[in-house]
Nanobody, 125 residues
Framework: QGQLLESGGGLVQAGDSLRLSCAAS????????MGWFRQAPGKEREFVAG????????FLADSVKGRFTFSRDNAKNMMYLQMNNLKPEHTAVYYC??????????????????WGKGTLVTISS
């Protein structure tokens, strides 16, 4: 079945950077579509960044362009989210997820097939 495990979250100050990691185990997810999502308190889960084999290319939500960067390491079966110049509004639980439709571009959380348990990112002002 495979599992995803996020790490790298924590409490930082506004303006700091964090790098989140997502490790896959049990199976390889490197050939699938993968991405990062977040859910802030009282809000719905939303797409942040991802990679699709259509292109292939990476996708970024407009709200994080110029600030967040998606990357992956197929050899290590991992994906990363580099987050720079963080703001309090970036506070959320961040999840990594994988979809079987490797060529898709629909980043609705409902179409993702595998999820990690999330890592909490808290930005203090």
């Amino acid at each position: 079945q495979g599992q995803l495990l996020e790490s790298g979250g924590g409490l930082v100050q506004a303006g700091d950077s964090l790098r989140l990691s997502c490790a896959a185990s049990g199976r390889s997810f490197s050939s699938l579509r993968m991405g990062w999502f977040r859910q802030a308190p009282g809000k719905e889960r939303e797409f942040v960044a991802g990679f699709s084999w259509s292109g292939p290319r990476t996708f970024l939500a407009d709200s994080v362009k110029g600030r967040f960067t998606f990357s992956r390491d197929n050899a290590k079966n991992m994906m990363y989210l580099q987050m720079n110049n963080l703001k309090p509004e970036h506070t959320a639980v961040y999840y990594c997820a994988v979809a079987n439709d490797r060529y898709g571009s629909n980043w609705s959380p409902n179409v993702m097939d595998y999820w990690g348990k999330g890592t909490l990112v808290t930005i203090s002002s």
